[in-house]
């Protein structure tokens, strides 16, 4: 007599199915390969009958396998519903912004009292990363990442143009500010993936030593504010301490970046109607900010 699935080998088999690679779904389960194989092989002796196939050295599911995926899906997703909190309780739904500190500290922070007061039924939660993370499940969330939006198994979509140019702090010493195009006497503080030489080879010049690296943007402006050098700083990152006056341009210049931001989302998942549309909302609050904003400053 055939039993009945239990939730691990169904949720193995999903995750597995949505990514195509038995590796990645250990990581993102965080289980073993061999875990993973061994609960997608008690699903398959349960319902007599393949789902994964190889082809070469591809992964691909049988056609039991996408009817089982799609029930499977569907399954996940009333489950999700059921237990969420948000629903139970009647409260606001909490959506994930996930971003790295200096974005959320240049852009979105100074944005965030437009998002309750436009949408009061939705918490956001902003969680701040360097790396790119995988999604969670069964909560809806949002990724805003700066890059060529070619992340695996995501849906990208173009969010901020950037730009970049050279800041410095009222309380630096005049001394140390560029005499003309003459640099080599200025304490040059950068970013690693803004670096000082992608300015320079702009204007045909060499560049200066550099004084401090970081690989934060944001501890970068911290030290920039705090008078320690100039800072070569994106945009987006700077621009509101720029209109506050905390920070301070040199010359009108400034180069467009090849990256830009995206808004970036899983490519599929097993959320809710009620989360997916959660999400949708926030997702078209942040490209209504954008409107006006295009050009460069």
Same mark, same amino acid.
């Given at each position: 007599?055939?039993?009945?699935?239990?939730? &691990?080998?169904?949720?193995?088999?999903?995750?597995?199915?949505?990514?195509? +690679?038995?590796?990645?779904?250990? %990581?993102?389960?965080?289980?073993?390969?061999?875990?993973? +194989?061994?609960?997608?092989? $008690?699903?398959?002796?349960?319902?007599? =009958?393949?789902?994964?196939?190889?082809?070469?050295?591809?992964?691909?599911?049988?056609?039991?396998?996408?009817?089982?995926?799609?029930?499977?899906? =569907?399954? %996940? /997703?009333?489950?999700?519903?059921?237990?969420?909190?948000?629903?139970?309780?009647?409260?606001?739904?909490?959506? @994930?912004?996930?971003?790295?500190? /200096?974005?959320?500290?240049?852009?979105?922070?100074?944005?965030?009292?437009?998002?309750?007061?436009?949408?009061?039924?939705?918490?956001?939660?902003?969680?701040?990363?360097?790396?790119?993370?995988?999604?969670?499940?069964?909560?809806?969330?949002?990724?805003? $990442?700066?890059?060529?939006?070619?992340?695996?198994?995501?849906?990208?979509?173009?969010?901020?143009?950037?730009?970049? #140019?050279?800041?410095? +702090?009222?309380?630096? &010493?005049?001394?140390?500010?560029?005499? !003309?195009?003459?640099?080599?006497?200025?304490?040059?503080?950068?970013?690693?993936?803004?670096?000082?030489?992608?300015?320079?080879?702009?204007?045909?010049?060499?560049?200066?030593?550099?004084?401090?690296?970081?690989?934060?943007?944001?501890?970068?402006?911290?030290?920039?504010?705090?008078? #320690?050098?100039?800072?070569?700083?994106?945009?987006?990152?700077?621009?509101?301490? !720029?209109?506050?006056?905390?920070?301070?341009?040199?010359?009108?210049?400034?180069?467009?970046?090849?990256?830009?931001?995206? @808004?970036?989302?899983?490519?599929?998942? =097993?959320? +809710?109607?009620?989360? $997916? $549309?959660?999400?949708?909302?926030?997702?078209?609050?942040? %490209?209504?900010?954008?409107?006006?904003?295009?050009?460069?400053?």
């Amino acid at each position: 007599m055939q039993t009945l699935p239990d939730f &691990d080998e169904l949720y193995a088999f999903a995750v597995s199915a949505r990514l195509l +690679s038995l590796t990645r779904a250990a %990581l993102e389960l965080n289980v073993t390969q061999s875990a993973v +194989s061994q609960r997608i092989k $008690r699903l398959e002796e349960r319902l007599g =009958t393949p789902l994964f196939q190889r082809v070469g050295r591809e992964l691909q599911l049988t056609t039991h396998g996408h009817e089982v995926k799609a029930k499977a899906e =569907t399954l %996940l /997703s009333q489950r999700a519903t059921l237990f969420q909190p948000e629903i139970v309780t009647g409260g606001p739904m909490t959506v @994930i912004i996930n971003t790295t500190p /200096s974005l959320a500290r240049g852009w979105l922070l100074p944005r965030l009292p437009s998002l309750i007061e436009s949408h009061p039924d939705i918490r956001p939660r902003v969680m701040c990363s360097l790396a790119f993370t995988r999604f969670r499940e069964n909560t809806p969330e949002i990724a805003l $990442r700066y890059g060529a939006g070619t992340w695996p198994h995501t849906k990208a979509r173009p969010f901020l143009q950037e730009w970049y #140019y050279p800041v410095y +702090s009222p309380r630096l &010493d005049p001394a140390l500010l560029p005499k !003309v195009d003459i640099w080599a006497h200025c304490p040059l503080l950068e970013d690693i993936h803004t670096p000082w030489r992608d300015w320079f080879a702009q204007f045909d010049q060499t560049a200066p030593q550099v004084l401090y690296e970081f690989n934060d943007s944001s501890v970068l402006m911290d030290a920039v504010e705090r008078g #320690y050098g100039i800072g070569l700083m994106r945009h987006r990152v700077c621009g509101e301490a !720029v209109a506050e006056g905390r920070l301070m341009r040199i010359g009108a210049d400034c180069v467009t970046s090849g990256s830009m931001h995206w @808004i970036v989302t899983p490519e599929a998942d =097993t959320l +809710s109607e009620a989360s $997916r $549309r959660a999400r949708e909302r926030v997702i078209q609050w942040l %490209l209504n900010e954008t409107k006006g904003d295009a050009g460069q400053v």
